[in-house]
């Protein structure tokens, strides 16, 4: 193999990770974007495996792919785009980013490097040297991973239909994953209830970058009395492929995008208000929505309620310190000071600093509907495609770690004092301390002229509406009667 032949092979492999970069810069997100960088790099490893005549190229090219790759994509922000942590969320970063992201694009252009090189040989008539037989079947298993991860990950996410008692699907119910488009962005949703006469019921996740299509369907309940529109926000779920640009990935951008598909739902079915329903992260979008447009909203719902993410952080951190101090656990207290109390300009400080609830503020979860795992329970719902939900935990990442930042000033308690909506809080008795104080003192001080309820559910803490799901249906059930 001469030099001009291998250098000309390192440039198709370039030029295809330039191309990835370009088209699929967090890898492929969906099953076109698959195919697509299946065929793109398949094509380039036939083509310089073709040029160079040589295996050589099997190593060579991955490599000229990756770093151009990187190089095409070095303007993302995100764990997932950024350099390798050694922490459980850059692991997650790095196997769920990087790694799903390989499969699509490493392995096809290793196949078809061998694939081009051996046409090469064989067009030029020269004799298999020894091992062919191993190197063949060795391209053939891998020619089947190809082939069968990407027939997996092409097939599309699926929510059941609603099914009356005789077993068929119910008449006039709707059951369906939709996107809508907002301000040149699609946002997936997922529309589901028993009768498209019911109220409307706009539901906000939590994170920033949650997802809960799995759990509002399975848990929640709330599709028998309204019909439920389940938003993914940009960025999380199945919006994780509108994640970029993030630099118009905004707390404001995320209200209007909200209010863009209240209006949507609005129009499409013909109701003049909606109920809006936030959890935890979603609270906070849903307030400031229900305060800018009021006209919108018949009431406002939040669960797990956010008042101050910095407070929150703070209160939490100063208790895990405690904690690991009292427990013995002096790495864990020492890392903790070693990164002082939030926020943290490394998203990553944050697994250190207010992970691990479940072991700070322990509570019985036995008799809830959902337990200690919360929305990790429901990655896996057939709503989510496979690379939806391979992409959860790293759209969760990349999207808090975009937005988290903007949210460190906020604090219902001085930017939204009144609301003339309805209002209904739904609360856990086991909320954490730095949750819960804020929250109660925001809704206490709170002038509602339409009325506001508090409700506390007793074997719940952050998420009521998916711990307690009969009793959380119940008091929407009451709240849509007294409005």
């Given at each position: 193999?001469?030099?001009?032949?291998?250098?000309?092979?390192?440039?198709?492999?370039?030029?295809?990770?330039?191309?990835?970069?370009?088209?699929?810069?967090?890898?492929?997100l969906d099953g076109?974007?698959?195919?697509?960088?299946?065929?793109?790099?398949?094509?380039?490893?036939?083509?310089?495996?073709?040029?160079?005549?040589?295996?050589?190229?099997?190593?060579?090219?991955?490599?000229?792919?990756?770093?151009?790759?990187?190089?095409?994509?070095?303007?993302?922000?995100?764990?997932?785009?950024?350099?390798?942590?050694?922490?459980?969320?850059?692991?997650?970063?790095?196997?769920?980013?990087?790694?799903?992201?390989?499969?699509?694009?490493?392995?096809?252009?290793?196949?078809?490097?061998?694939?081009?090189?051996?046409?090469?040989?064989?067009?030029?008539?020269?004799?298999?040297?020894?091992?062919?037989?191993?190197?063949?079947?060795?391209?053939?298993?891998?020619?089947?991973?190809?082939?069968?991860?990407?027939?997996?990950?092409?097939?599309?996410?699926?929510?059941?239909?609603?099914?009356?008692?005789?077993?068929?699907?119910?008449?006039?119910?709707?059951?369906?994953?939709?996107?809508?488009?907002?301000?040149?962005?699609?946002?997936?949703?997922?529309?589901?209830?028993?009768?498209?006469?019911?109220?409307?019921?706009?539901?906000?996740?939590?994170?920033?970058?949650?997802?809960?299509?799995?759990?509002?369907?399975s848990d929640a309940?709330?599709?028998?009395?309204?019909?439920?529109?389940?938003?993914?926000?940009?960025?999380?779920?199945?919006?994780?492929?509108?994640?970029?640009?993030?630099?118009?990935?905004?707390?404001?951008?995320?209200?209007?995008?909200?209010?863009?598909?209240?209006?949507?739902?609005?129009?499409?079915?013909?109701?003049?208000?909606?109920?809006?329903?936030?959890?935890?992260?979603?609270?906070?979008?849903?307030?400031?929505?229900?305060?800018?447009?009021?006209?919108?909203?018949?009431?406002?719902?939040?669960?797990?309620?956010?008042?101050?993410?910095?407070?929150?952080?703070?209160?939490?951190?100063?208790?895990?310190?405690?904690?690991?101090?009292?427990?013995?656990?002096?790495?864990?207290?020492?890392?903790?000071?070693?990164?002082?109390?939030?926020?943290?300009?490394?998203?990553?400080?944050?697994?250190?600093?207010?992970?691990?609830?479940?072991?700070?503020?322990?509570?019985?979860r036995s008799g809830?509907?959902?337990?200690?795992?919360?929305?990790?329970?429901?990655?896996?719902?057939?709503?989510?495609?496979?690379?939806?939900?391979?992409?959860?935990?790293?759209?969760?990442?990349?999207?808090?770690?975009?937005?988290?930042?903007?949210?460190?000033?906020?604090?219902?308690?001085?930017?939204?004092?009144?609301?003339?909506?309805?209002?209904?809080?739904?609360?856990?008795?086991?909320?954490?301390?730095?949750?819960?104080?804020?929250?109660?003192?925001?809704?206490?001080?709170?002038?509602?002229?339409?009325?506001?309820?508090?409700?506390?559910?007793?074997?719940?803490?952050?998420?009521?509406?998916?711990?307690?799901?009969?009793?959380?249906?119940?008091?929407?059930?009451?709240?849509?009667?007294?409005?």
């Amino acid at each position: 193999m001469t030099l001009t032949r291998h250098i000309g092979a390192v440039v198709v492999a370039v030029i295809a990770g330039l191309g990835c970069a370009w088209g699929m810069p967090r890898g492929p997100l969906d099953g076109v974007d698959v195919v697509a960088s299946v065929a793109l790099c398949l094509g380039a490893g036939v083509l310089a495996g073709w040029i160079a005549g040589s295996r050589i190229v099997m190593l060579t090219g991955p490599v000229a792919l990756g770093i151009a790759l990187e190089l095409g994509r070095a303007h993302l922000v995100g764990p997932t785009v950024d350099a390798p942590h050694l922490s459980l969320y850059g692991a997650i970063a790095l196997i769920l980013g990087r790694g799903v992201q390989a499969v699509f694009t490493v392995l096809p252009i290793i196949l078809g490097a061998s694939l081009g090189a051996a046409l090469r040989r064989r067009n030029q008539g020269q004799t298999p040297g020894r091992g062919v037989w191993a190197r063949r079947v060795g391209t053939v298993a891998l020619a089947g991973v190809v082939v069968a991860a990407t027939a997996v990950a092409a097939v599309p996410g699926r929510t059941q239909p609603i099914i009356s008692a005789d077993g068929t699907p119910q008449p006039g119910s709707i059951a369906e994953l939709t996107r809508i488009p907002v301000d040149r962005h699609e946002l997936g949703v997922m529309i589901r209830g028993r009768s498209t006469d019911n109220p409307v019921l706009l539901f906000l996740p939590g994170g920033p970058g949650g997802s809960e299509l799995g759990a509002m369907r399975s848990d929640a309940g709330l599709e028998t009395d309204f019909i439920v529109a389940t938003l993914d926000p940009r960025g999380a779920g199945a919006s994780y492929d509108q994640l970029d640009p993030t630099s118009s990935l905004t707390l404001e951008s995320q209200v209007d995008d909200a209010i863009a598909v209240t209006e949507h739902l609005r129009d499409r079915f013909g109701q003049e208000r909606v109920f809006i329903v936030g959890q935890s992260y979603g609270t906070l979008i849903s307030v400031l929505c229900a305060a800018r447009r009021p006209d919108l909203y018949r009431g406002l719902v939040g669960t797990g309620q956010m008042v101050s993410v910095l407070e929150t952080d703070r209160v939490t951190y100063a208790d895990k310190l405690a904690w690991a101090e009292e427990a013995g656990q002096t790495d864990l207290a020492a890392e903790l000071r070693r990164i002082g109390e939030p926020p943290y300009a490394d998203v990553i400080d944050y697994e250190v600093a207010v992970s691990g609830e479940q072991d700070l503020y322990p509570y019985d979860r036995s008799g809830n509907a959902e337990g200690a795992g919360g929305f990790s329970e429901h990655i896996f719902a057939d709503e989510y495609s496979v690379l939806q939900r391979l992409h959860n935990l790293p759209a969760f990442l990349d999207t808090f770690a975009v937005l988290y930042p903007q949210l460190q000033d906020l604090d219902l308690r001085d930017s939204v004092t009144s609301l003339e909506v309805p209002v209904l809080l739904v609360q856990g008795r086991h909320e954490t301390p730095g949750r819960s104080g804020p929250a109660r003192d925001w809704f206490d001080a709170l002038d509602a002229p339409e009325g506001k309820t508090w409700v506390e559910l007793e074997t719940s803490g952050h998420r009521p509406i998916f711990e307690q799901p009969a009793q959380f249906q119940a008091a929407m059930r009451a709240f849509a009667v007294n409005t």
